[in-house]
Nanobody, 131 residues
Framework: QVQLVESGGGLVQAGGSLRLSCTSS???????????MGWFRQAPGKVREFVAA????????YYADSVKGRFTISRDNAKNTVYLQMNSLKPEDTAVYYC?????????????????????WGQGIQVTVSS
């Protein structure tokens, strides 16, 4: 079983920045670099929505239009960690943020943007942006 733990959330003013981290652990037959990694978020009363994804080697990334130009996803396979750098935060970014892992090596929009395609999920971490 892959275990994912997020950290780095909290309260920030509009226009500020936060960096989320998600570290993987667990005893499996795969290494961290075998997984496509994604970030999703869910605000109160809304569905879980795609935020960003990164392929296994880290050389391809895809972002939701709502965060493009403000958020950056990255990974350090040696540290079993994926990051989400969030800049120019807006109140509408307020949500619980989840990291997720997918052993499917495909990096296609019809796969990476759909939550049900990911096999493993972190517990979620709160990000609150005040006005």
């Amino acid at each position: 079983q892959v275990q994912l733990v997020e950290s780095g959330g909290g309260l920030v003013q509009a226009g500020g920045s936060l960096r989320l981290s998600c570290t993987s652990s667990g005893r499996t037959g795969r290494t961290f670099s075998d997984y496509v990694m994604g970030w999703f978020r869910q605000a109160p009363g809304k569905v879980r929505e795609f935020v960003a994804a990164i392929n296994r080697s880290g050389d391809n990334k895809y972002y939701a239009d709502s965060v493009k130009g403000r958020f950056t996803i990255s990974r350090d396979n040696a540290k079993n960690t994926v990051y989400l750098q969030m800049n120019s935060l807006k109140p509408e970014d307020t949500a619980v943020y989840y990291c997720a892992a997918d052993p499917d090596p495909r990096f296609l929009l019809v796969v990476l943007t759909i939550a049900r395609n990911y096999d493993y999920w972190g517990q979620g971490i709160q990000v609150t942006v005040s006005s």
